[in-house]
């Protein structure tokens, strides 16, 4: 057996089920031999679309996606991708094919090229050792790294040579048990929302998968709860659910953030992104921060609190501390209240079975009726020609069915679809943008698309993003994804547009002329609608009423006088 064949079927034995990938010499072996031991091979049209797909499927089922590719070019092409994704933390193996000879062409260094985007370096080092190196670089991605697996060429074509006494295939993982906060910690975390009069929750990636701890805890204390982007949906149907904390974050989410009096985040990094640089945290805020990585505590801005451990074993370990359990079962129960006599919208004084915290009956009303964007009022700048994208998202979030993934592109649109887009839960929304990279939203949304093909995958693109991702159009219409696209198109990079513009540079660098986009999409094998106006989106609930045998591309002409408001807030951070 060749080495390529054996590190393939290894990987399988593992538990690798789906392999994303664009197939060269280099890994043409070691691909078949995945797909002969049980994996699914995906077929990229591009490197980079490719990596970003299993990145994508990786954050959507939790499990470590993997991706295969060519010596050289392959992994060059793939390095956006895999810098995504090691900025993220994502589980992600890229099984990089290499020429070791220094005077090929095809040689670059691997594992330099690797460090240089933070992503782990790993290698099989000899045909002995091959299976034990691909299953150190598989554990080491397991526990939520990006790690680059270079597979020489020579090593992969040398037979494989078991080592003394090996019976055959490597053996499974081991079960990693998460780490437990220390009793010091538990008791000072439970001593501060104790006393918090406004606690806030921002959960971030790592949070994902806990929200009932979270929300027994927050039920014990009164906290509200808010995210980070990458978990929106985490405390949907709450009714102290805030949405998303930081630029997205509607007037009401952003003005009860800024006056808690205790902010923790769980398993969220605090950056510059999710707490408006800072702005969110109020003087008077006591800012506590919870990861199981030691290292990741106060890197973006300094916390009177962190503590060490797993999301879900330190709620649980406050929560027993406080000593409460909620009154109500299940999901969004909360602790019985008693109103402040001191004002009709303050929070409430803990009865005899627990704290009410922020929370009040008054509160609770003000959340249902104006925290969600498209309850924020606005004028409709919808002129015939080109429709508003608040307009647009809001038709959309009416017209697509609930049981729906949302992924969206970078730029000045990405809010539209972010926070006008409802979604289920933290699985329907796939958010790849710790790399602030444009291109990336159509093959997030296809990696999503196949991980949980029970829903609807919407990606959300500006017109500049769609177009340098767009050969994975043809992606979508070979497998057959019944996805809908929709192309925010204000014929501009308008992140630019909107930053420079007001300074009198000049734009031409960053103006295209009309592009039918529609048109390129049915070239593809979609079916494709231009729409400039609420009317125009009638095809759309013909097309979701129907077979949906096609994808669907909807090139809306949106309205870009000016930038979104995310866009300033982020500009105030440049």
Same mark, same amino acid.
């Given at each position: 057996?060749?080495?390529?064949?054996?590190?393939?079927?290894?990987?399988?034995?593992?538990?690798?089920?789906?392999? @994303?990938?664009? %197939?060269?010499?280099?890994?043409?072996?070691?691909?078949?031999?995945?797909?002969?031991?049980?994996?699914?091979?995906?077929?990229?049209?591009?490197?980079?679309?490719?990596?970003?797909?299993?990145?994508?499927?990786?954050?959507?089922?939790?499990?470590?996606?993997?991706?295969?590719?060519?010596?050289?070019?392959?992994?060059?092409?793939?390095?956006?991708?895999?810098?995504?994704?090691?900025?993220?933390?994502?589980?992600?193996?890229?099984?990089?094919?290499?020429?070791?000879?220094?005077?090929?062409?095809?040689? %670059?260094?691997?594992?330099?090229?690797?460090?240089?985007?933070?992503?782990?370096?790993?290698?099989?080092?000899?045909?002995?050792?091959?299976?034990?190196?691909?299953?150190?670089?598989?554990?080491?991605?397991?526990?939520?790294?990006?790690?680059?697996?270079?597979?020489?060429?020579?090593?992969?074509?040398?037979?494989?040579?078991?080592?003394?006494?090996?019976?055959?295939?490597?053996?499974?993982?081991?079960?990693?048990?998460?780490?437990?906060?220390?009793?010091?910690?538990?008791?000072?975390?439970?001593?501060?929302?104790?006393?918090?009069?406004?606690?806030?929750?921002?959960? *971030?990636?790592?949070?994902?998968? !806990?929200?009932?701890?979270?929300?027994?805890?927050?039920?014990?204390?009164?906290?509200?709860?808010?995210?980070?982007?990458?978990?929106?949906?985490?405390? !949907?149907?709450?009714?102290?659910?805030?949405?998303?904390? *930081?630029?997205?974050?509607?007037?009401?989410?952003?003005?009860?953030?800024?006056?808690?009096?205790?902010?923790?985040?769980?398993?969220?990094?605090?950056?510059?992104?999710?707490?408006?640089?800072?702005?969110?945290?109020?003087?008077?805020?006591?800012?506590?921060?919870?990861?199981?990585?030691?290292?990741?505590?106060?890197?973006?801005?300094?916390?009177?609190?962190?503590?060490?451990?797993?999301?879900?074993?330190?709620?649980?370990?406050?929560?027993?501390?406080?000593?409460?359990?909620?009154?109500?079962?299940?999901?969004?129960?909360?602790?019985?209240?008693?109103?402040?006599?001191?004002?009709?919208?303050?929070?409430?004084?803990?009865?005899?079975?627990?704290?009410?915290?922020?929370?009040?009956?008054?509160?609770?009303?003000?959340?249902?009726?104006?925290?969600?964007?498209?309850?924020?009022?606005?004028?409709?700048?919808?002129?015939?020609?080109?429709?508003?994208?608040?307009?647009?998202?809001?038709?959309?979030?009416?017209?697509?069915?609930?049981?729906?993934?949302?992924?969206?592109?970078?730029?000045?649109?990405?809010?539209?679809?972010?926070?006008?887009?409802?979604?289920?839960?933290?699985?329907?929304?796939?958010?790849?943008?710790?790399?602030?990279?444009?291109?990336?939203?159509?093959?997030?949304?296809?990696?999503?698309?196949?991980?949980?093909?029970?829903?609807?995958?919407?990606?959300?693109?500006?017109?500049? *993003?769609?177009?340098?991702?767009?050969?994975?159009?043809?992606?979508?219409?070979?497998?057959?994804?019944?996805?809908?696209? %929709?192309?925010?198109?204000?014929?501009?990079?308008?992140?630019?547009?909107?930053?420079?513009?007001?300074? *009198?540079?000049?734009?031409?660098?960053?103006?295209?002329?009309?592009?039918?986009?529609?048109?390129?999409?049915?070239? @593809?094998?979609?079916?494709?609608?231009?729409?400039?106006?609420?009317?125009?989106?009638?095809?759309?609930?013909?097309?979701?009423?129907?077979? !949906?045998? !096609?994808?669907?591309?909807?090139?809306?002409?949106?309205?870009?006088?000016?930038?979104?408001?995310?866009?300033?807030?982020?500009?105030?951070?440049?």
């Amino acid at each position: 057996m060749r080495v390529a064949d054996a590190v393939g079927r290894g990987l399988a034995g593992l538990g690798v089920s789906t392999v @994303f990938g664009v %197939v060269g010499s280099g890994n043409f072996h070691v691909t078949n031999a995945l797909v002969a031991g049980g994996a699914r091979f995906v077929a990229a049209r591009h490197e980079g679309g490719a990596t970003v797909m299993a990145d994508a499927w990786a954050r959507t089922t939790g499990a470590v996606g993997v991706v295969t590719v060519h010596q050289g070019p392959g992994l060059t092409n793939a390095m956006t991708g895999i810098a995504e994704a090691a900025k993220s933390r994502t589980p992600l193996l890229v099984l990089a094919a290499e020429a070791p000879e220094i005077r090929s062409n095809f040689h %670059v260094d691997v594992a330099g090229l690797a460090a240089a985007v933070g992503a782990v370096a790993e290698r099989l080092y000899s045909p002995a050792s091959a299976l034990a190196d691909a299953h150190r670089a598989y554990a080491t991605a397991f526990g939520r790294r990006t790690v680059v697996l270079a597979l020489p060429l020579n090593v992969q074509a040398a037979q494989y040579q078991p080592a003394p006494g090996e019976p055959g295939p490597v053996p499974g993982l081991r079960r990693m048990f998460p780490p437990a906060p220390a009793a010091e910690a538990v008791a000072a975390l439970a001593g501060l929302l104790r006393e918090a009069r406004r606690p806030v929750f921002v959960a *971030g990636r790592g949070a994902r998968g !806990r929200r009932a701890e979270l929300e027994r805890l927050a039920d014990a204390c009164g906290a509200l709860l808010a995210t980070s982007a990458v978990a929106k949906g985490l405390f !949907r149907g709450s009714p102290w659910n805030l949405d998303v904390s *930081g630029g997205f974050a509607s007037p009401l989410a952003a003005g009860l953030i800024s006056e808690a009096d205790v902010i923790v985040g769980w398993g969220c990094s605090l950056n510059m992104w999710t707490m408006r640089h800072g702005k969110l945290i109020g003087p008077q805020a006591t800012l506590v921060q919870v990861d199981d990585d030691a290292t990741a505590i106060g890197v973006h801005r300094p916390v009177h609190l962190g503590v060490v451990g797993d999301v879900a074993e330190t709620a649980r370990a406050v929560a027993g501390a406080l000593g409460a359990e909620r009154r109500q079962g299940g999901r969004g129960g909360e602790t019985s209240l008693v109103r402040d006599k001191k004002s009709p919208d303050a929070a409430g004084v803990p009865d005899a079975a627990g704290a009410a915290g922020y929370r009040s009956g008054a509160l609770r009303e003000r959340i249902a009726a104006g925290v969600r964007w498209r309850d924020v009022p606005y004028k409709d700048e919808s002129d015939g020609e080109r429709i508003d994208p608040r307009a647009l998202s809001i038709a959309l979030d009416d017209l697509l069915p609930a049981e729906r993934t949302v992924a969206v592109d970078s730029g000045n649109f990405m809010g539209y679809p972010s926070m006008y887009l409802s979604v289920p839960d933290e699985a329907g929304f796939c958010f790849t943008q710790a790399f602030q990279s444009i291109g990336l939203g159509l093959a997030t949304a296809i990696g999503a698309a196949i991980a949980r093909p029970d829903r609807l995958a919407v990606a959300a693109l500006g017109d500049g *993003g769609a177009l340098m991702g767009v050969s994975e159009l043809e992606t979508i219409a070979r497998l057959g994804l019944p996805m809908v696209v %929709v192309v925010y198109d204000d014929e501009a990079y308008g992140a630019e547009v909107h930053h420079f513009g007001p300074d *009198g540079d000049p734009l031409d660098t960053v103006r295209f002329p009309p592009a039918d986009i529609a048109a390129i999409g049915r070239g @593809f094998g979609f079916e494709g609608v231009t729409v400039r106006d609420a009317a125009g989106l009638a095809p759309v609930r013909g097309w979701l009423d129907g077979p !949906r045998e !096609r994808p669907l591309l909807i090139d809306a002409k949106v309205t870009s006088a000016h930038g979104s408001w995310w866009l300033e807030e982020a500009f105030r951070g440049h």
